[in-house]
């Protein structure tokens, strides 16, 4: 089994584990060996709230549905635009050279 095999596998493993636990514990979002799950079905509201929040500086929030972790697509445009020195900054250094 190769390497890329192995991890597929223990990723669908943890998925039915926690999906397991969550009938187990009639809980269908939580935590699970510290990793978030949540099995209810979002409403557009969520993935806006999850994916594109202004007020939560975090990269990444809790999952929309199913394990793990979503990305903030709004803290991490704004990081990336933080990062890029600003167009008047490259073109005064461009003259210079």
């Known amino acids: 089994m190769s390497y ?3 991890i597929r596998t223990g990723i669908i ?3 039915m584990a926690t999906l397991a636990y969550s009938v187990a514990t009639k809980k269908r979002h939580g935590r699970f060996l510290g990793v978030p799950y949540d099995w209810r079905i ?13 007020n939560d500086p975090k990269l990444f929030n809790e999952t929309i549905f199913g394990v793990g972790w979503a990305p903030n697509a709004y803290q ?3 990081r990336l635009q933080s990062s890029e020195p600003n167009s ?3 073109l005064s250094k461009d003259m210079d050279s």
């Open 4 to 6: 890329r095999n192995k």
């Open 13 to 15: 493993l943890f998925t």
């Open 42 to 54: 979002p409403s557009l509201k969520d993935v806006k709230r999850i994916l594109w929040n202004k």
């Open 76 to 78: 991490f445009l704004k």
């Open 88 to 90: 008047s900054e490259k």
